[in-house]
Each structure stands twice: as C-alpha cells, then as structure tokens.
C-alpha cells in the first residue's frame, strides 16, 4: 500500500547546505518558517525538480520523484505540482485565462478554456479574464497564480512567501483563500513564509528549518513555545 | 544600376539568415541560459567578428576553403567546383562574419527573460520545448528580430570578407557593395550614388521596419 501524502529528505553540503526530513499528510498544511538563508525556497525548488540536491528522496503518494540512490529525477514538468511564485512569476504577454490554460494541457484543448474561466471564478477573478498581468493589481496577479497552481491538478501544493508581495489588505483575503483551499483540497501543502503569526494561523504543523537543518516539527502552539526558536524567529532572549 | 549585383546580394542575404538564424538561436540560447567551463572563450570568438579587420577574417577563411584546405579538397571532391570564389563560399564566409550580429541580440533577449518564468512553465506542465514555443520565444522575440535584421542588412553591405573570399565574379560573387566599389573605381559616380542610396534606403528601412515590430511586441505584452 503506498504511503499518501508527501515525504521529503534531502541532502547536500553545498552551495546551498541541507539536511532536512519532513512528511506532510494530505490535506494538511505545513508551514516551513526560518531566517533568511535558512533554505526554506530551496526545498520547495527541490521537491518541484526546478533544483537537484546531491543525496535525497521526494516521494510523493508512494510515487518517487527524486531518489538519489537510483538516480531517479523526474523533471519538473512530469510532477504534478502547484508551485506559488514569490513574485507571482505570471508569463507577461499572456491573458489572466491564458495563464491558466497553459496549466491545462493534460485536458482536451476545448476543455481548457472552460476550466481556465472556472479556476479563475475559483480565485474570485470573474471578469478579468482577458486581462494581462501588467493590467492587474499585485493581489489579483497572485490570485492567478494561485489558479494556475490549481490549474495542475496538483499532488502537493507549494507556496513560496505567498503573502509577500501585497499589501495588508490584499493579504488578509489571500489567506481567506488559502484557508478555502485547504478545506477543500485533499493534498498535502506547504506554505514558506517569515511572518511567524501568519503562520500559526494557517499551518496545522510548523516546520522550523534553520542553515539548511530542520530544529524542530510539531504543532505552532508548541513549536513556539520553544524559547529557543521564539530567539530564533522572533529575536526573544533565551531565558 | 547592376540589379545582377542587387539580386546576387538579396538571395546571400536570404541564405545567411535562414541558415543563420536557427543556428544561432540555439547557440545564444544555449550561452544564455548555461554556465560551462569555456563559455567565456566562445563568447569571444563569437564576437571576434565584430572587431577583427575584414581582410584578416576573409584572409583565414580563404585560407580555409582553398583548394589546399581539408575543407577546400573535402569540397571538391564532393562538388566538383572549389568552395573559394564561389557563392557557396560566401554564404559559409557570410555565416561567420554575421555571428555576432546575430547572436548577440537572441543572447541578449534570453538572459532578459525572468528566470522564474520559465520555472513557472516548466511546473506548469510545458516540457522544454513547448515552453521555448509558448513562453521563450514570445518573450524574446523583438532579440530575434533584432537578430534578422541585423544578420540581413549587414550581409546586405558586408564589402572586405566578401572580396577577400569570394572575389568580385560578376553573378557568381560580385554583390551590390562590390559593384559600388567597382562602379566608383570606373568614375561612374553616377552608378555608385544610384547603388548606394539603394543600399542605404533598404537597409535603414529594414531596421525601422525591426524597431516598429519590436515597439508593437512591448505594448502587447503590457
């Protein structure tokens, strides 16, 4: 019986140093949270194929992505992944339902279009299909990209700092939305992010990551009580 | 006007970029998006056309394709005729004199493209090769035509590597800057101006035509 969800090991010593373990349930959402540097994007690159780490394995229900040991790699474009840019990462010269459709390619071509307008209705976009990326505030850019996250039909759903490009406002309802996902979605999601508070409200379990290294897993309430990772996250003094 | 010369220009010019072009699309690709030991050095002898004297380049290459070569004997021993002052001859020397012309603008249009944009094709589902189709070359496209125009207009007038190799045959070789050199040394100053400001008005025509498309391409995509 192959194991759901989604397990991660990898492991290098450069340029980027990991050593991380984690598995992440479906359904569930695990935020990833450390310093700068500490290699949060990295693991997500690693579990989308867009970077190769010297030694690990990615398996994602029971399906193995990447095995170092029998030099299984599969390319990013074989993975069913949803991966949430930073900064967005729309292609520019395309429509908000482009962008999408472009995501839709396991689908009948004549089916695309429909379920473009259906995920971008999803993400609340209705009547801003034709518009292009530079024509959309940074809130609705972000909401495309999360449609065409969706767009994949995805195993394992990754956001990388979602919430950083937007303001407060605009930030709140992104958070409605993914809080709706994860209702709605049966797979595992993993959400980067620095703000601590963010986090704990949105993540079942938090991942503290912190040189390439995993310090602790567990739920936010206990994970934070830890004073040594309040020192580390939120600059308290350990007592 | 020597239209014989004009002609011979236009299908030079037509045979370098359709050959061209491919060929340094995957090559500025390539130099765009990898790193690899060496990668320096070949971007300079891409870019040694640009400054080496004409007569130097047209030296080495007819020295290459001449009946002593390897390349020159492979060539005859195939083709029956020498690959030196022949049009064959200059589409090869053309193809290498309009390297950089070519590939530096594609190079240029690849690097400028977001990386995580691709990143985000690639996840998207796009294999490679549908994402050069569908997000790469769309995006890179005013390089490309850049690349074109450049590669057209400059075989169009290229003059020094053009004698050195091909040699100014009348309908084999002699192209139109030939023919205006050839018409000023006859003091027929009345046939090189006619042919010069043909040469000048097709070529600034071309770049104006690649700027206006380029100009389009950047208000389409926002």
């Known amino acids: 019986m192959a194991e759901p969800g989604l397990s991660v090991s ?21 935020g990833l949270v450390g310093p700068s540097g500490a290699g949060k994007t990295t693991v997500l690159r690693a579990i989308a194929g867009l970077c190769r780490t010297r030694a690990g394995r990615v398996c994602v229900d029971g399906a193995v992505w990447f095995d170092s040991e029998t030099k299984v790699f599969l390319p990013p474009h074989n993975r069913r992944v949803g991966l949430v840019f ?11 339902a482009d962008n999408v459709a472009g995501a839709l390619t396991h689908h009948p071509r004549a089916e695309r279009r429909s379920l473009a307008m259906a995920l971008l209705s999803r993400v609340h976009l209705d009547g801003l299909e034709s518009r292009k990326p530079a024509e959309l ?24 700092e979602p919430f950083s490009a937007v303001d407060r406002r605009t930030r709140v309802h992104l958070q ?6 994860r209702r709605d979605l049966a797979i595992p999601m993993l959400l980067v992010t620095h703000d601590v508070d963010e986090v704990a409200r949105l993540a079942d379990r938090l991942c503290i990551l912190d040189q390439g290294r995993v310090c602790l897993i567990g739920r936010p309430d206990e994970v934070l009580a830890e004073p040594a990772i309040r020192a580390l996250l939120l600059g308290d003094e350990v007592p | 006007m020597d239209w014989e010369a004009f002609k011979l220009s236009l299908l030079l010019a ?19 998006f990898h790193r690899f030991p060496g990668r320096g050095v070949l971007e300079a002898l891409v870019m040694a056309p640009l400054v080496l004297p004409p007569t130097v380049l047209g030296f080495y290459l007819l020295s290459a394709m001449g ?6 004997k492979l060539w005859i021993a195939i083709f029956g005729h020498p690959l030196a002052f022949s049009f064959e001859g200059l589409v090869v020397a053309s193809l290498i004199f309009n ?14 493209l977001p990386p995580d944009v691709r990143e985000a094709a690639w996840v998207s589902g796009l294999s490679p090769w549908r994402t050069f189709w569908r997000i790469e070359a769309p995006l890179a496209w005013p390089g490309l035509l850049s690349a074109l125009a450049l590669t ?8 020094g590597v053009v004698l050195m190799v091909g040699g100014s045959i009348p309908g084999e070789t002699r192209t139109l800057a030939l023919a205006i050199y050839d018409r000023v040394q006859a003091f027929d100053t009345d046939g090189a101006q006619l042919m010069s400001a043909i040469l000048l008005v097709f070529s600034v025509g071309a770049i104006l035509i690649a700027n206006g498309l380029t100009a389009r391409v950047g208000r389409s995509h926002g």
């Open chain 1, 86 to 96: 930073q900064e967005h990462a729309l292609f520019p010269h395309l429509s908000a």
């Open chain 2, 14 to 32: 037509a045979c370098t970029a359709g050959l061209l072009m491919p060929m340094g699309l995957i090559l500025a690709r390539w130099l765009a």
């Open chain 2, 152 to 159: 057209f207009t400059h075989t169009m007038g290229e003059f």
């Open chain 1, 137 to 160: 505030s940074g809130g609705q850019r972000q909401r495309v990209a999360i449609a065409r996250a969706l767009a994949r039909d995805p195993q394992v759903l990754l956001l990388d």
């Open chain 1, 176 to 181: 409605a939305e993914i809080v709706a996902l």
């Open chain 1, 10 to 30: 990898l492991h290098q010593s450069g340029p980027i140093p990991l050593d991380v373990a984690f598995s992440c349930a479906p359904g569930e959402v695990l």
């Open chain 2, 99 to 112: 390297l950089p012309f070519a590939v530096q603008p594609m190079q240029r249009a690849f690097e400028a």
């Open chain 2, 67 to 72: 009946g002593n070569s390897s390349l020159g």
